[in-house]
């Protein structure tokens, strides 16, 4: 059973194109999560998916930044005209269920860096 | 809404001593308490979690961690480290009666010397 599934590793960007990362959950899993892990800080969530619906956008930053979670295929995150504030490590995780004592499971990140 | 302190941002210790990173939560809400460690350039992997119950908690790798309610805290221990231990530790929370979101504390780094 391969985990939770994210590319590309490492994404560079020009200022003003987009970012697409790309999420592919655990096989059985319906609810995923993005967090944003800035350098030197902690995660911090950004958006909560179910197939089709966005459940939690609370984190997600008014302008620029939209994800999906679409019937077939993976969940994306995607940013539009970058600029160097959006360089971070974008973190996925997964889980079986969305209630708060389901374990989550985090797919390696990908790091994006914005020249 | 929640919030997740980690008071030692980095924590030098030589191999085989034992660790203490400490994690204070402030919640007006139950929670779930999670331990995360991070190895450089790589996902989180849980450690520990508490859920109910028992409050000291054993995880993976020699972790336990010990709940306490009346001073907000969750606190992640190991009796002797090993340099495999060299990593970013997360103390993270989540709400009990809603999804699994987590709040995270910013990190704190262990270190571990020869």
């Known amino acids: 059973n391969a985990g939770v599934m994210q590319n590309p590793r490492h994404l560079v960007r020009r200022r003003g194109q987009e970012a697409r990362l790309r999420c592919s959950p655990m096989?059985?899993?319906?609810?995923v999560y993005w967090y944003r892990q800035l350098p030197e800080e902690g995660l911090k969530f950004m958006v909560y998916?179910?197939?089709?619906?966005?459940?939690?956008e609370s984190g997600m930053p008014k302008e620029r930044f939209s994800a999906e979670f679409p019937k077939e295929g993976p969940s994306i995150l995607r940013i539009q005209q970058v600029v160097r504030g959006d360089s971070a490590a974008y973190f996925c995780?997964?889980?079986?269920?969305?209630?708060?004592?389901?374990?989550?499971?985090f797919g390696q990140g990908t790091r994006l860096t914005v020249v | 809404a929640q919030s997740v302190t980690q008071l030692d941002s980095q924590v030098p210790v030589f191999e085989e001593a034992p660790v203490e990173l400490r994690c204070n939560y402030s919640?007006?809400?139950?929670?779930?308490l999670f331990w995360y460690v991070q190895y450089p350039n790589q996902g989180l992997q849980l450690l520990l979690k508490?859920?109910?119950?028992?409050?000291l908690v054993k995880g993976i790798n020699g972790f336990e961690a010990e709940f306490n309610k009346s001073q907000t805290s969750f606190h992640l221990r190991k009796p002797s480290v090993h340099i495999s231990d060299t990593a970013e530790y997360f103390c993270?929370?989540?709400?009990?009666?809603?999804?699994?979101?987590?709040?995270f504390g910013q990190g704190t780094r262990l270190t571990i010397n020869p």
């Open positions: 508490y859920l109910s119950g028992s409050t």
């Open positions: 998916l179910q197939k089709e619906n966005i459940i939690d």
């Open positions: 919640s007006s809400v139950s929670v779930y």
């Open positions: 995780a997964s889980s079986q269920q969305g209630r708060g004592k389901a374990e989550a499971f």
């Open positions: 096989k059985g899993h319906s609810h």
């Open positions: 993270a929370v989540s709400d009990t009666q809603g999804a699994q979101k987590l709040v």
